[in-house]
């Protein structure tokens, strides 16, 4: 949402939607209007439709029973696509068929692994090779004119989120960490360009921030030019505030013509 112009009234196709827990988060943004949630298993639909009852958006949820084995010709103006790719035996086929499908847009989640983020990557170039445009997590390519380049980042591209673990959660997992790290890899894609009003992500962040007493120091993907350090001295307050402050995955901190990189 921050990278995006995006308009009201979509509707979603969430694929292998298992209990419904990307569709629970999506049917609270504001530009959703519908979410169907494709899933073959009876017993997932069956504790998702149980969970959603709850959910203050329930009217906007609905479940199809679908194999996707044999992918339904459907459309729909955006589909959503997590942990569901490295599932498929024919992984170029199911991207196909996810973008033949959106309307307006897509988004592909996968595990933050090398194996997670292979996927990510073949989606990405999928979207480049038939005209679309990668709004998140790429600079610079959600814009008409863009050129496109190759993922530049050494390892593979993912970020990482901190989750708490309640006493449940501890013994489900038969684990003793109340906390838990999960990396994701994600690609978001537009059909159109993004209008010229929306400024163009310069940055994303590859890694944890180094906060050391003369300054910040991250990791960060600078599209076409590659990837290396974003550096804030602790003299430039607002800019070592803002890059202290910033997050793994997050883009476009550093907004002020002093900001310095290497």
């Known amino acids: 949402e921050r990278a995006v112009d995006i308009p009201k009234g979509l509707t979603v196709l969430d694929v292998g939607a298992g209990p419904g827990t990307t569709a629970w988060a999506l049917a609270q943004a504001p530009w959703v209007e519908q979410i169907t949630q494709l899933e073959r298993d009876p017993e997932l639909m069956r504790v998702g439709q149980e969970l959603q009852t709850h959910h203050p958006q329930a009217d906007r949820l609905l479940y199809r029973p679908t194999d996707l084995r044999t992918p339904p010709a459907l459309t729909a103006d955006v589909v959503v696509a997590a942990y569901w790719l490295n599932e498929m035996p024919q992984q170029q086929e199911a991207l196909a068929w996810l973008w033949q499908t959106c309307t307006w847009g897509m988004v592909v989640i996968e595990p933050g692994t090398p194996k997670g983020s292979a996927g990510i990557l073949a989606a990405r170039q999928m979207v480049l090779d038939a005209g679309g445009f990668i709004a998140a997590p790429c600079p610079g390519l959600a814009h008409a ?23 449940a959660h501890r013994a489900l997992k038969e684990s003793a960490l109340g906390y838990e790290h999960e990396p994701y890899s994600y690609v978001v894609a537009l059909k159109a360009p993004m209008s010229a009003s929306v400024p ?34 602790r003299r430039d307050k607002v800019a070592y505030k803002a890059l202290a402050k910033a997050r793994w995955g997050d883009g476009d901190l550093l907004h002020d013509p002093s900001q310095q990189s290497d």
Not at 145 to 166: E, N
């Open 145 to 167: 004119g863009a050129a496109s380049y190759p993922c530049g980042h050494p390892t593979w591209c993912h970020f990482v989120a901190h989750t708490p673990r309640s006493r």
């Open 200 to 233: 163009p992500t310069a940055h994303r962040l590859l890694s944890t921030p180094h906060v050391r007493k003369d300054g910040v120091t991250v990791l960060a993907c600078k599209g076409a030019d590659g990837c290396g350090n974003l550096c804030a001295p």
